[in-house]
Every structure is written in structure tokens, then in C-alpha cells.
DNA sequence: TTTTCATATTCGCTTAGGCAAATATAACCT
DNA sequence: AGGTTATATTTGCCTAAGCGAATATGAAAA
């Protein structure tokens, strides 16, 4: 198993500063969701929604579980009151950032599925 | 005078990426505080600095004051919620950084003159 | 075992942004 | 005017990281 070293605090700024990213970050807010759902709902390339996921992972804010063919991504759980904060910022960011909105709405179309 | 667009979440997250740039906040917090008080505490070379004030200024995140030859940076009062969470992430980054609680005894020190 | 499907990674290219060194600007002093 | 001081900007170089396109991986299905 890989037990990678705790992110650093500016490498986890860095991680919110991209706007995709933030999309995805604010998806998750509502619970766990696999890429198929964050492709869809960003209308984004897969690979790029995996690049993301990725760099995500790295900074500690995501963990991906896989199940058969899916991988299912969620927020990792606060490590400290710096990450809590940090993941404060996410609700602020809604009428800040147009996008997220939008994809609130995408999402909420989708859940029957 | 030039009145700029209020600064996108993204750009306001990357301006705190830098361990040179959250050092600088971080600094502000306690107040105003000249360039000078900022190369010196940092030890970081003069255009340093002030290229990292500018990343600042663009982002919004701080305001400039001239008085003379002297330039006064302090932290801009936050415009709207994200921009308060952002600010909260500060002070959560202290124990986080180790160069902050350095910075701050060399501030401190430095107060007198 | 070949195919298909969901996801991840690699490649080649381009831009943002870090740095040090040098230089410019602008205010004050003589 | 000429010099000094504090700060800002420019230059050249290098790495991080964004993108789309192509390809790899790995699990299920046929």
C-alpha cells in the first residue's frame, strides 16, 4: 500500500485554484459520485475529469473507491481545522462561481439514474 | 484611477498557493506593514517581494498605501463571504506552515523601531 | 479469449508563473 | 541638477500544469 506524505497547505490552494476542479469539489459536496456522473455533469472530456481527479487525490481532498468497472469518488473527511476551512470555502464559492450552480441542477436531473 | 474587475475565485485561491505569498498574509494580518518590514522579516530579495505584492494587489487580496518613498500594503477587508472564509483559512494555517510562527517572532521583534 | 466498457495515463504542445539579476521609476536630499 | 533610497518592472530561464488526442489498463461480458 501507498501512504503518501500529508499534502502541503499551499498544494491544497493550489488544488481549489482551477475551476474544474472546484466543480468537482463542490459535486462531491453532496455525497459520492463516480466519474460517469462528474463526466456528464461537467460535459468534459474524461480524461481531463480524470486528470483532475487525480491532482485531487494528490492534495488529499478526494478519496476514489472502485467497484467492478466504476470508481467512485468523495470528499475526504477534514484531517484538520485548516482542511475544515478550507472545505468552508467550497459553500462560498456558489454564487461566486456561475458554473455551480448549473451543475447542481444537472446533477439533481441525473440522481433517478 | 483604474477600478479592476472583481478577481475570480480561482485567481484568489492561486494567490495563496505560495508559500511566499501565504507568508506575506499571514504577516498582514497583524496590520499594515511596508515593504521593507516584509524583505526583511522574510529575507527574501527586494523584487521578490514586490512582484508577490502585485500578484496580491491583483488578486485583491491586499491594498497599497504610498507615503512618500515608502509603500504600506494591508490586507484588503473582505467583499463578501468566500472572500471572509479565505481569510478564516489564515489563521488555520499556522500550525500548519512552519515559517509563520518564525516570521511572526522576527515581526514582533521588529515592532520597536 | 475476444470484445466492450469505465477509467487512467501518456504525449506533444502551450501558457502561467516561479526565480535571480539587472534595470527603471519616483520621491526625497543636498 | 545630481545622488540616494525604497519600491517596481523587465529579462531570460526553467518547471508546473493546463489542454486534446491517442493509448493503456483492467474488469466484466459474450
Redesign the interface.
Known sequence: MKTRAKP????M??A????TR?RILHMLTGGELCVCDIVAVLRVPQPKASRHLAYLRRAGLVTARKEGLWSYYELAPAR???H???L??LG??F???PELAADAKQLAARRPC
Open positions: 502541503t497547505v499551499d498544494l490552494f493550489r481549489f485554484s482551477d475551476r472546484l484538520d481545522a485548516f475544515k476551512k478550507l468552508d470555502c462560498c464559492c454564487s461566486e462561481v
